[in-house]
């Protein structure tokens, strides 16, 4: 089942990146969304505290009238909870005159007030009016500012130190029993509870489950990383040697063994290795009917122009592959950027088969739908931008056209890619080249303009016949006469006009359905 899914989807399993990126993003979130709970467990303790200690502090002045110090000395700290303080004012409390007659009453009052004052003053007093609790990110080595925190989601800690403590204030608010001490409204400010509480358990249990996930990660990675050698190598790289040796076989002039061809996936690889076999044979046909006739020349030179043709893109497949197999830890975009270069080798190989088998025997059979000027030109610069930016010809592909065009996209797209070809092999100084594509009388225009040589002027009434070359070393001289043939066969016509030194210009025009 494995190996017969297309080749994008294998690379896509083996692929670590997604991986990395996957397991990041949930150490990330696990580690804020478990900081965000356990800081919110802090805050639910200190709270309870609070409570608890303004429980303890309205039975004390219910009962007696007055709150000992030796308890409030005794809460000044509980277990992880440390420098518990009463913050209050005098003013706050509201008592009545007669209840502050006592003056030494009124002394442990001041002193307290004092004292807590001058330990919390940095925090204000807003906790009288406002009546909300208020938190801080506060440090005991004072190594950064003091934070104060409104909402855990937004204003907690990238990353939580052992030296992070959270201090409190939390409000004492007026119920209906402080009305026996107290001449204050239900709802009002009486004091607050000041306490700190420290983080550093928290900073290192976090740690700790970070690395937990950090060693579990580079596991996985290296496991990832083992698989996708393996799985790349029986996949890829293996299938792709063997085609490359067929095709040795072939042009060398023997004919391989059927059974070479057996053992293929159903991917793209097996889909060439298809389309190589069906020309091992439709060339085997062509050379025994040639070897009747004056075709016997041309068979030769076509199927040894082909192979010739064709070990190009078929070093360029093995070549990435071999890199691939031996950098596979390279970055992301690098790699997505060879397999890139991988799949237009590929496509290059199936376009050159499609061609020969068509040629052979004289017949394209069109797929037909509706495309537009726009999806050739998206098309076509997808297919060349990358070459061109490495040259120093340069590329422009503009469409003015508009509506649909009945046609077979993808054979068009060779043709042009052909008018293309041809153009650079005439601009081997650089210059100018240009793809437009306009509406014109009911048809599809397309222009091909280069800035080139020209074309001779002894070839250019032969020039879309078969094997008819311009002088350059490589090729098989099809490549106009397939592109000739194609356009043909949408009811289409092209034509050019050349200048000696200035350049060639393609004209090719595509019916659309409603002028046919």
């Given at each position: 089942?494995?190996k017969?899914?297309?080749?994008?989807?294998k690379?896509?399993?083996?692929?670590?990146?997604?991986?990395?990126?996957?397991?990041?993003?949930?150490?990330?979130?696990?580690?804020?969304?478990?900081?965000?709970?356990m800081?919110?467990?802090?805050?639910?303790?200190a709270?309870?505290?609070a409570?608890t200690?303004?429980?303890?502090?309205?039975?004390?002045?219910?009962?007696?009238?007055?709150?000992?110090?030796?308890?409030?000395q005794?809460?000044?700290?509980?277990g992880?909870?440390?420098?518990?303080?009463?913050?209050?004012?005098?003013?706050s409390?509201?008592?009545?005159?007669?209840?502050?007659?006592?003056?030494?009453?009124?002394?442990?009052?001041?002193?307290?007030?004092?004292?807590?004052?001058?330990?919390?003053?940095?925090?204000?007093?807003?906790?009288?009016?406002?009546?909300?609790?208020?938190?801080?990110l506060?440090?005991?080595?004072?190594?950064?500012?003091?934070?104060?925190i409104k909402?855990?989601?937004?204003?907690?800690?990238?990353?939580?130190n052992?030296?992070?403590?959270?201090?409190?204030l939390?409000?004492?608010?007026?119920?209906?029993?402080?009305?026996?001490?107290?001449?204050v409204?239900?709802?009002?400010?009486?004091?607050?509870?000041?306490?700190?509480?420290?983080?550093?358990?928290?900073?290192?249990?976090?740690?700790?489950?970070?690395?937990?996930s950090?060693?579990?990660?580079g596991?996985?990675?290296?496991?990832?990383?083992?698989?996708?050698?393996?799985?790349?190598?029986s996949?890829?790289?293996?299938?792709?040697?063997?085609?490359?040796?067929?095709?040795?076989t072939?042009?060398?002039?023997?004919?391989?063994?059927q059974?070479?061809?057996?053992g293929?996936?159903?991917?793209?690889?097996?889909?060439?290795?298809?389309?190589?076999?069906?020309?091992?044979?439709?060339?085997?046909?062509?050379?025994?009917?040639?070897?009747?006739?004056?075709?016997?020349?041309?068979?030769?030179?076509?199927?040894?122009?082909?192979v010739?043709?064709?070990?190009t893109?078929l070093?360029a497949?093995?070549?990435?592959?071999?890199?691939?197999?031996?950098?596979?830890?390279i970055?992301?975009?690098?790699?997505?950027?060879?397999?890139?270069?991988?799949?237009?080798?590929?496509?290059?190989?199936?376009?050159?088969?499609?061609?020969?088998?068509?040629?052979?025997?004289?017949?394209?059979?069109?797929?037909?739908?509706n495309s537009?000027?726009?999806?050739?030109?998206?098309?076509?610069?997808?297919?060349?931008?990358?070459?061109?930016a490495?040259s120093?010809?340069?590329?422009?592909?503009?469409?003015?056209?508009s509506?649909?065009?009945h046609m077979?996209?993808?054979?068009?797209?060779?043709?042009?890619?052909h008018?293309?070809?041809?153009?650079?092999?005439?601009?081997?100084?650089?210059g100018?080249?240009?793809?437009m594509?306009?509406?014109?009388?009911?048809s599809?225009?397309?222009?091909?303009?280069?800035?080139?040589?020209?074309?001779?002027?002894?070839i250019?009434?032969?020039?879309?016949?078969?094997?008819?070359t311009?002088?350059?070393?490589?090729?098989?001289?099809?490549g106009?006469?397939?592109?000739k043939?194609?356009?043909?066969?949408?009811?289409?016509?092209?034509?050019?006009?050349?200048e000696?030194?200035?350049?060639?210009?393609?004209?090719?025009?595509?019916?659309?359905?409603?002028?046919?």
């Amino acid at each position: 089942m494995f190996k017969n899914l297309s080749l994008s989807v294998k690379s896509a399993l083996v692929f670590t990146t997604v991986f990395f990126a996957a397991v990041t993003a949930i150490a990330y979130f696990t580690y804020s969304s478990t900081q965000e709970q356990m800081m919110s467990q802090v805050q639910n303790g200190a709270t309870a505290q609070a409570n608890t200690i303004k429980e303890a502090l309205v039975n004390m002045m219910v009962t007696n009238e007055s709150v000992d110090d030796k308890y409030l000395q005794k809460v000044s700290s509980s277990g992880d909870i440390k420098n518990i303080h009463i913050l209050f004012r005098m003013d706050s409390l509201h008592f009545d005159e007669s209840y502050l007659e006592d003056d030494a009453r009124r002394t442990r009052l001041i002193r307290r007030e004092v004292d807590v004052w001058d330990l919390n003053k940095d925090f204000g007093g807003e906790v009288f009016f406002t009546k909300e609790p208020k938190w801080f990110l506060t440090c005991n080595k004072h190594l950064h500012e003091t934070k104060m925190i409104k909402n855990l989601s937004a204003d907690k800690p990238a990353v939580l130190n052992s030296c992070d403590e959270m201090k409190a204030l939390i409000p004492f608010v007026a119920e209906k029993k402080c009305k026996q001490c107290h001449n204050v409204e239900l709802g009002s400010v009486l004091g607050a509870a000041v306490m700190t509480v420290p983080l550093d358990q928290t900073a290192r249990y976090l740690e700790s489950n970070a690395l937990q996930s950090l060693y579990v990660f580079g596991g996985f990675l290296v496991l990832a990383l083992v698989l996708n050698g393996l799985v790349f190598r029986s996949a890829v790289a293996d299938p792709l040697k063997k085609l490359a040796g067929i095709t040795e076989t072939i042009g060398s002039g023997t004919a391989p063994d059927q059974l070479l061809f057996k053992g293929f996936a159903k991917d793209e690889i097996g889909t060439i290795a298809a389309a190589v076999e069906s020309m091992q044979k439709n060339l085997a046909k062509v050379q025994f009917d040639a070897a009747k006739g004056e075709r016997i020349g041309a068979a030769v030179k076509i199927a040894r122009s082909i192979v010739h043709d064709l070990r190009t893109p078929l070093t360029a497949v093995s070549l990435i592959a071999d890199f691939l197999q031996k950098h596979q830890t390279i970055e992301p975009e690098q790699r997505e950027k060879k397999f890139e270069q991988l799949h237009t080798a590929i496509r290059r190989i199936d376009d050159m088969m499609q061609e020969l088998i068509d040629f052979s025997q004289n017949n394209v059979e069109l797929n037909m739908s509706n495309s537009s000027g726009e999806e050739l030109s998206e098309i076509l610069m997808k297919d060349h931008e990358e070459h061109f930016a490495a040259s120093n010809i340069r590329f422009a592909v503009s469409n003015h056209s508009s509506g649909a065009v009945h046609m077979d996209k993808e054979r068009v797209r060779r043709a042009l890619n052909h008018l293309i070809s041809n153009a650079t092999q005439d601009m081997p100084n650089g210059g100018m080249l240009s793809v437009m594509m306009s509406d014109n009388n009911g048809s599809l225009k397309i222009v091909v303009e280069d800035t080139g040589t020209g074309i001779p002027q002894e070839i250019r009434e032969s020039l879309f016949e078969p094997f008819v070359t311009g002088g350059t070393k490589s090729g098989a001289g099809l490549g106009l006469a397939v592109a000739k043939k194609i356009i043909e066969v949408h009811k289409g016509m092209i034509s050019f006009t050349s200048e000696q030194g200035k350049g060639t210009e393609f004209v090719v025009t595509i019916p659309r359905p409603n002028s046919l």
